[in-house]
């Protein structure tokens, strides 16, 4: 498997921990921090739940040898971090939001053409 998928794995796994942990333990006091509001905590501990189950598979991604062995993480994570930005990008092009709603746009994007890239790249 390539260094640098091993790489994106690592540093997705890092960002969604630090994303989802937050969210699932105290949705309101993370999402307050950046005055995000109104704020649905089910919704939000939900989100932090998946963040956290992608973060495990990353990490099982990083230590896998093979790419049989996370072809499909690759596949599932492409496809979350590239409807997780369009539903984004539809929300952001029609409002005034702050910059951490841009910034996390472009997390998820980032991640989107990494994760497209890796799948590209096999094929």
């Known amino acids: ?39 649905d905590p089910l919704m939000s501990r939900m989100l932090g739940a998946a963040l956290l189950a992608m973060a495990w598979s990353s990490l099982r991604g990083y230590l896998a040898e093979e790419w049989d062995q996370v072809q499909i993480i690759v596949e599932l994570e492409a496809a979350f971090t590239v409807l997780a930005s369009f539903g984004l990008l539809r929300h952001l092009l029609v409002g005034n939001w702050p910059w951490y709603t841009w910034a996390t746009f472009g997390i998820f994007a980032l991640f989107a053409i990494a994760w497209i890239y890796h799948l590209v790249k096999k094929k």
Do not use: K, N, Q
Not at 15 to 28: D, I, K, N, T
């Open 1 to 39: 498997m390539s260094g640098s998928l091993r790489i994106t794995f690592l540093l997705h796994a890092i960002v969604a921990f630090l994303m989802g942990g937050p969210l699932l333990a105290a949705p309101g006091r993370w999402l307050s921090v950046f005055g995000w509001a109104p704020i």
